[in-house]
């Protein structure tokens, strides 16, 4: 059974950094597929921040591209993802997500985090 | 980059009747060698995340009841939840998964 699993702080202040871990089990992210960070401010829709490959390469929305990065362990089976300069509209639930060759290529998606971002 | 536009923001049904959700993307999401729309549909309900309901456009989740159904022509996409019962109430989402994901802007489902 596939799991993912977000996990980082609920409180970041104004022009932190948010630092988000996904652990991943059932599946490895060494094998092809893609692993994905999307957010999800209250009461608003889904957002699509950005994924990384299972060989390092990354795509990132446009709108989050100067502030974000995201990176993998595939030893120990995580991906990451690092968003500079918060501010409050960035409180949201954050989602880590992906899909690969061992999903059947069928999108799986974590249970959510909720980062509030306040002084 | 894609752009999913969805329709309607809100939708309010009688129990047991048809609704109807579009969802249209701005090119094609049709991965060529498996001839599949990468597109899916998820069921969204206060303080959960997005439930996936189909994948590959029209392909349903497991457990996912057969009154909800999805279809797919060209660039256009549609969830149809047929017989609608209390517990539909939710946000629906479309997602294209091709390329750089993207999602619609959601739907509200509600009785009437």
């Known amino acids: 059974q596939v799991q993912l699993q977000e996990s980082g702080p609920g409180l970041v202040r104004p022009s932190g950094t948010l630092s988000l871990t996904c652990s991943v089990s059932g599946v490895s992210i060494s094998h092809t597929g893609w692993w994905s960070w999307v957010r999800q401010p209250p009461g608003k829709g889904l957002e699509w921040i950005g994924e990384?490959?299972?060989?390092?390469?990354?795509y990132y929305n446009v709108s989050f591209k100067s502030r974000v990065t995201t990176s993998m362990d595939r030893s120990k089976n995580y991906f990451s993802m690092r968003l500079t300069s918060m501010d409050v509209a960035d409180t949201a639930v954050y989602f880590c997500?992906?899909?690969?060759?061992?999903?059947?290529?069928?999108?799986?998606w974590g249970q959510g985090i909720l980062v509030t971002v306040s002084s | 980059d894609i752009v999913m536009t969805q329709s309607p923001d809100s939708l309010a049904v009688s129990l047991g009747e048809r609704a109807t959700i579009n969802c249209k993307s701005s090119?094609?999401?049709?991965?060529?060698?498996?001839?599949?729309?990468?597109l899916a549909w998820y069921q969204q309900k206060p303080g959960q995340p997005p439930k996936l309901l189909f994948y590959?456009?029209?392909t349903r989740e497991s457990g996912v009841p057969d009154r909800f159904s999805g279809s797919e022509s060209g660039t256009d996409f549609t969830l149809t939840i047929n017989n609608l019962q209390a517990e539909d109430v939710a946000v629906y989402y479309c997602h294209q998964y091709y390329h750089a994901w993207a999602f619609g802007q959601g739907t509200h489902v509600e009785i009437k």
């Open positions: 090119q094609s999401i049709l991965y060529s060698p498996d001839n599949k729309n990468q």
């Open positions: 997500a992906g899909r690969g060759m061992d999903t059947g290529w069928v999108p799986v």
């Open positions: 590959w456009a029209s």
């Open positions: 990384i490959s299972e060989s390092g390469i990354t």
